[in-house]
C-alpha cells in the first residue's frame, strides 16, 4: 500500500515561512555571510527553527554532539524524519541545501529534486542520493512514491513547490509549526494556491513550551 504525500514546515505567526529579503542560496553563499541584509535573512531563520535546534534527534541526524532535549518536539521531529521514504523538493531549496547541509546530508533516502536543470545524481554518504527531475512535479512524485515504498513521500519546499503540488490536488496531508516570531513580511505559505479547490481538516493540535504543531488533512472540493 502507498504511503502518504506530506509537507511539514515551520511558520511564524503571521503566516510565512521564510524571510523575504535575499534568496536562500544567496543567505547560504560566502558572499551572503558578509551581507548585512543575509546575516538579517539568518538571524530571522534561526529565530524562526529555534524550536529545532536544541532537541535531541536533530542533533544526532546532523552529527552536532550528544545530548539534547527530549519531549514532544523532539518526538515530532523523530516521527517526521521515521515516516519518510522519499522527499521531493525545488531547485532553490537545493541550491540552498548544497551549500548548507554537511557532507552527511540529513535525508538518508533518496531526494528527488524538480528542475529544469540535467544532473547525473549525485550521492551522498549516509544513503542520501539526489536525483534531478526535467518534467515536472507528477513525474517527480511518481518516483518518489516507487522509492519510498510503503513509506510517506515529504514535500520539502520551498513554497512554490509545496504550492504547485497543493494546487494540484497532490498533497493528502501536512503539518505545520505554529512559531511564536513575526516576520512583518516575507515568503508566505499559502501564496498562489486556489482556496476553492481544497477543503481541510484539522486532525491534531500539539502544544510544547516552545510552538504549535497543527496536522490538517487535505480533500479535493
Known sequence: MAGKVFFSVTMSLDGFMA??????EYAFSSEGRNDPRA???MTQWMELQAWLFPQR?????LKLGEGGEEGLDNDIARATYERTGASVMGKRMFDGGELS??????????VFV??????????RPGGTVF?????????????AREAAGDRDVRIGGGAETIQQYLDSGLIDEFSITLAPVLFGNGIRLFDCVDPDRLALDQVRSDASSR????TYTVAKR
Open 39 to 41: 546575516r538579517r535573512w
Open 101 to 110: 547541509w554537511p557532507e552527511d546530508a540529513p535525508f538518508h533516502t533518496p
Open 211 to 214: 510552538v504549535t504543531h497543527l
Open 19 to 24: 524571510p523575504e529579503a535575499v534568496s536562500v
Open 131 to 143: 536525483h534531478f527531475v526535467n518534467d515536472g512535479i507528477e513525474s517527480a512524485l511518481l518516483q
Open 57 to 61: 534527534f536533530f542533533r544526532e541526524n
Open 114 to 123: 524538480v528542475t529544469h536543470t540535467e544532473r547525473e545524481p549525485w550521492e
